[in-house]
């Protein structure tokens, strides 16, 4: 019968966790890892260490740490659309983003602030990135007749909506309903200076 190092019996059997189980394990402790030294600044040793792992089950899984980078983005992807949706821009949506980002800070930072500078990156972003101005720009079509204008305020909109959810983000989150309410001040300011000549 086996004993461990102080001698005693094991108190049962160690099981092991189902695949995709321990698959989201390492996404998440990748994720959070990312989150805190960027991608060129972690090394799989720091995500095995944050998983509480091996590099071999880490291998088991993702064949490099590109491939787990790219697998966290598409995981935060995917997140954020369950929670947003992929639409029409309501009055739910500022919140909902709130709610994203609060649920999944670390995935929402590496979606719109890091992954964005890392150029092996780049197409995911700005596949991300593209989607979300066709949206706002179909929705702000509808309030600003100038098609010009309606793609400057496009860009402007989607910058603060996503760095106002950062900015609340690392202010420590304060009260969501007032930084929706905030953030969609700020947005109808723009569509506000969009629709009319100054």
């Given at each position: ?43 799989l040793d720091d995500i095995a ?123 420590g989150r304060p009260d969501p ?18 629709r009319r000549a100054l």
């Open positions: 019968m086996a004993h461990d190092e102080s001698g005693t019996e094991p108190a049962g059997p160690v099981r092991r966790m189902a695949r995709a189980q321990r698959r989201e394990q390492i996404l998440a402790a990748a994720t959070r890892a990312f989150a805190s030294s960027g991608y060129s600044g972690t090394s260490g944050e998983a509480a792992i091996s590099r071999v089950i880490l291998y088991r899984h993702f064949d490099s740490k590109a491939a787990m980078y790219r697998a966290v983005l598409d995981r935060a992807c995917v997140r954020l659309t369950e929670r947003v949706g992929d639409d029409d821009f309501t009055a739910q949506s500022i919140p909902a983003l709130l709610h994203a980002a609060s649920a999944d800070p670390d995935g929402f930072r590496l979606l719109f602030r890091y992954a964005a500078r890392e150029p092996e990156f780049r197409d995911l972003t700005d596949g991300l990135t593209a989607a979300s101005a066709e949206i706002a720009y179909r929705n702000l079509t509808r309030l600003i007749a100038d098609e010009a204008w309606a793609r400057w305020a496009t860009q402007v909109v989607l910058n603060v909506a996503t760095e106002g959810v950062i900015a609340w983000l690392d202010a309903e007032q930084a929706a309410r905030r953030i969609g001040a700020a947005i109808d300011g723009v569509i506000d200076a969009a």
